[in-house]
């Protein structure tokens, strides 16, 4: 007896430094994830009737479905026709007078990712919270029936709640392509005002959504 127990023990030694073994040769899991995307999000004119949108995108993973990202992203836009919001026409025969504006946003969000054991496609929803810097550029320009305007925008910062959905093709371990849809309300207060006439007002909460493409890489 004395000597099958100690054959056991040996066994068991044995196995637990092969296993052992084995463990160290795996690599670790794929914790953290750099994405690159670029889309297109349309709103309903006021104050634009599309933003061009890029951005990247930190991801670290809680398991194999949750994770927390945190996000960068560049908005470029036509202000549509600011002299509009306070009730001046531009002069008909002239080209429509926007204002190019950009917007810097930081966003912290929350996804989940689903898709079948061994497949290369899954699908994911996510949640962002986020803010926004907008810098909107002073337009000028004649008005219909005589006189000129002078349009200065002053856009506080804005909050920013989106939600999205996407399908997602992983290339190979680190790498990974993604299609997705996003929803955003920014609750804006842009403060405008006609510098010739003295007419103010502004510009409050809008909604935009669209479509982005994106490349994933995994570390």
């Known amino acids: 007896m004395p000597v099958l127990v100690r054959l056991t023990a040996a066994a068991a030694c044995i196995t637990l430094l092969q296993i052992g073994d084995a463990a160290a040769q795996q690599p670790p899991p794929l914790r953290f994830e750099i994405g690159a ?15 061009g949108v890029t951005g990247l995108n930190l991801r670290w993973r809680l398991g194999e479905q949750w994770s927390v990202q945190f996000g960068v992203q560049r908005h ?23 204002a190019k504006a ?37 337009v000028n320009g004649p008005l219909e029936g005589g006189g000129t305007f002078e349009i200065r925008t002053r856009a506080k910062r804005e ?20 299609f997705g849809l996003q929803a955003e309300h920014h609750q804006a ?28 890489a995994a570390f």
Do not use: C, M
């Open 159 to 178: 909050w920013v709640v989106g939600a999205g959905a996407g399908v997602r093709y992983q290339f190979s371990p680190g790498w990974a392509g993604e």
């Open 189 to 216: 207060n842009w403060r405008v005002t006609d510098a010739v006439s003295g007419r103010s007002g502004k510009v409050g909460a809008y909604q935009a959504g669209g479509l982005w493409l994106g490349l994933a």
């Open 102 to 138: 950009k917007a810097t946003a930081v966003s912290v969000g929350l996804r989940r990712d689903h898709g079948a054991a061994g497949s290369r496609w899954g699908w994911f929803w996510n949640l962002d919270l986020g803010a926004a810097k907008t810098k909107v550029p002073t």
């Open 37 to 51: 995307r670029a889309g297109l999000l349309v709103g309903d004119g006021k104050p634009a009737n599309d933003i």
């Open 76 to 98: 470029i836009f036509d202000a549509e026709r600011p002299a509009s919001w306070l009730g001046l026409d531009q002069d008909p025969d002239v080209e429509t007078i926007d």
